[in-house]
């Protein structure tokens, strides 16, 4: 899980979509590689010169680089809502995330993106993490419409062991590893994000080609292990960055180059195996100090119009990927899926004029938290954790600049990611272009941000922000705006009116100790599904309500 930054959600994400010309009517691969706890300024693209990130910026630049990418912020909320194209207040998953003792899970009543596309002609995959609940046999990924899963239950493990342990509790250490619902030791002693990739890659190789695929790689990195040993990457990663002092810091940037080198290999493997040119590959972090994205390919036309990547500046949020990859694929949805999010695929594949949005970002009532935008104004009521995150953390070190960086835009053009793609390789002219567009800055003003009257102090009054002039949140404008402010509230309130109980049973569970499970972490309730298939929720007046609210701000898109 992620506890960094809980005010401010945005991330940047980027996919990119390519067909050939002829099989248009194939339906499209769909590779979503989601990133855990990466922060919004530990890649390149996004500006700094500090950890390079060529693959992953090549995608970028090739891509469709969606500069307003929203998501929960925290793991299981996250999760939950990329799989359910729902915000967590509508599925129960808004508290938290799931403890590894807890007894709780996505409800099974919530139909995912993987049962979706598995009823539309998909092979699915999962490789690497769930944590959407595994107390019950019938919550694990390969009975929630994956056709295979290979990895973890669990918020993360040891990069090495595949152990996760409780320290607070008197529970033995467990491994936390399977292939589908067997426990499996094949790849103890790899490391986490060379193993995800070697599976992924051999998912890609298996794969039958007269299929489409979807396979989401929910890789470990870069959050951190165990807590007696949090920080864990390959010795020759962590050796390319001398030029950072602190050695947290700088095993953390070899969680990232291995990550990025992964990312690569996975690319490499969708070409070597001809799917790369009918494939749809959406990168972005689950959530994370502000986190980092990426995407793509060009090469082709369809269903870019023979554009190179651009910096879309859209808001989007991970409700949107459920309806968004669906009408990108022509997957059908069921009529009564009661979704939040909407099919931005005609807005981002002709690079449209951004449409306003409302979102929801946060509404926890059980922290007191809630967090929400009417297109560039932000409301924030109450904190996470008492606001003890709610700073402006991790400036980075000056001088701690790759010295390889005076080469950035070779070192692109250089990458793995770049030569698979195979397209007109972005010049330093475009490059810069593009990763200034993808820089966030705060404005110089004039203002002192420690007036009073600015001040935010989310636990005492909620806050305003003006986010266009504003964005890194440092003036407070409900005193100057309190009609707003109540403007904010009310959309809020009537979101708030539609919410489900949270979900969450924060309560530990004894019968999870591996102990009594032959050292594994695995269910401790063999329910099946159809066994207790839960009644669907009452239908209240949450979805008209939700309608009404998205109707407001939105308009319809045209292709
Ligand atoms: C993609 O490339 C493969 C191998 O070259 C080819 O068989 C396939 O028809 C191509 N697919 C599309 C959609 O162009
Ligand atoms: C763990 O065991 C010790 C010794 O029996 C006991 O004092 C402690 O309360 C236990 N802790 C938990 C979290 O159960
Ligand atoms: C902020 O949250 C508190 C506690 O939930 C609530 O009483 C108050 O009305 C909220 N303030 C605004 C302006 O929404
Ligand atoms: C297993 O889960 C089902 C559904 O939540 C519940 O009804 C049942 O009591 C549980 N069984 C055990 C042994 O906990």
């Given amino acids: ?66 500069n307003r990418h929203y998501v929960p ?38 139909r995912l993106m993987p049962e979706l596309f598995r009823d539309a002609g998909y092979a699915t995959h999962l490789v690497g993490k769930w944590h959407l609940g595994f107390w019950r046999k019938d919550l694990t990924p390969t009975m929630r419409g994956f056709d295979h899963h290979f990895g973890y239950y669990n918020g993360y493990m040891d990069y090495y062991d595949q152990t996760v342990r409780m320290l607070d509790r008197n529970y033995s250490t467990g491994l936390d590893f399977r292939r589908d619902l067997e426990p499996c030791r094949e790849a103890e002693g790899t490391y986490a994000t060379e193993a995800f990739t070697t599976e992924a890659r051999k998912v890609i190789e298996r794969h039958d080609k007269s299929r ?29 960055f001398a030029h950072i002092r602190d050695p947290k810091r700088r095993t953390y940037a070899g969680m990232i180059s291995s990550l990025d080198k992964s990312v690569g290999q996975t690319m490499r493997a969708l070409a070597d195996n001809g799917m790369l040119n009918n494939s749809i590959v959406l990168l972005y972090s689950d959530n994370g100090a502000p986190t980092v994205g990426i995407h793509s390919n060009a090469g082709s036309n369809y269903p870019f119009r023979g554009q190179r990547g651009y910096v879309s500046n859209q808001a989007i949020h991970a409700i949107d990927w459920l309806p968004t990859l669906a009408a990108a694929a022509g997957v059908s949805l069921p ?46 009521n109450g904190s996470s954790f008492e606001g003890r995150y709610d700073h402006w953390l991790g400036e980075l ?56 009257v600015y001040l935010c102090e989310p636990l005492k009054a909620a806050c305003l922000f003006d986010l266009a002039n504003d964005p890194c949140e440092r003036y407070n404008l409900a005193n100057l705006y309190p009609l707003q402010l109540q403007l904010l509230a009310q959309e809020v309130e009537e979101l708030r009116l539609t919410a489900l109980p949270s979900a969450r049973v924060p309560r530990a569970d004894v019968r999870a100790d591996p102990a009594l499970h032959d050292g594994h972490w695995e269910w401790w309730n063999n329910t099946l599904p159809g066994s207790s298939a839960a009644a669907l929720p009452p239908s209240g007046p949450w979805l008209w309500l939700c309608l009404f609210n998205i109707a407001l701000s939105f308009i319809v898109f045209i292709s």
């Avoid at 009529?335 to 979102?359: K, T, V």
């Fill in 397 to 452: 070190e000056d001088g701690e600049e790759d010295p390889n960086s005076k080469d950035y835009g070779q070192l692109v053009r250089a990458s793995e990611v770049q030569a698979v793609l195979g397209s007109v390789a972005p010049t330093d002219d475009r490059i810069r272009q593009m990763r200034d567009e993808a820089t966030q800055r705060c404005p110089i003003q004039e203002r002192d941000p420690e007036d009073p």
């Fill in 335 to 380: 009529s009564d899926l009661r979704l939040d999010g909407l099919n931005l695929w005609p807005s981002l594949s002709a690079s449209a004029q951004p449409q306003p949005r409302n979102l929801l970002h946060v509404l926890d009532d059980v922290f007191g938290y809630s967090s929400y935008t009417q297109d560039t104004l932000k409301y924030v």
């Fill in 212 to 240: 489409p695929l979807f396979m989401v790689l929910s890789h470990l990195a870069v959050h951190t292990g165990n807590e007696d040993n949090p920080m864990q990457a390959p010795e020759e990663e962590v050796a390319k």
């Fill in 1 to 66: 899980m992620n506890l960094l930054l809980p005010v401010l959600l945005s991330l940047s994400a980027a996919i990119s979509g390519c067909h050939g010309e002829g099989e248009a009517s194939a339906k499209p691969n769909i590779i979503i590689i989601l990133i855990d706890d990466m922060g919004f300024n530990d890649v390149s693209f996004h500006g700094s010169n500090q950890i390079l990130t060529p693959n992953i910026d090549a995608l970028a630049y090739n891509g469709i680089l969606l």
């Fill in 73 to 110: 912020n925290l793991c299981t909320p996250s999760r939950a809502t990329l799989l359910t194209g729902k915000y967590p207040i509508h599925t129960g998953m808004q508290h938290f995330v799931i403890v590894t003792d807890e007894p709780w899970g996505l409800p099974r009543q919530e």
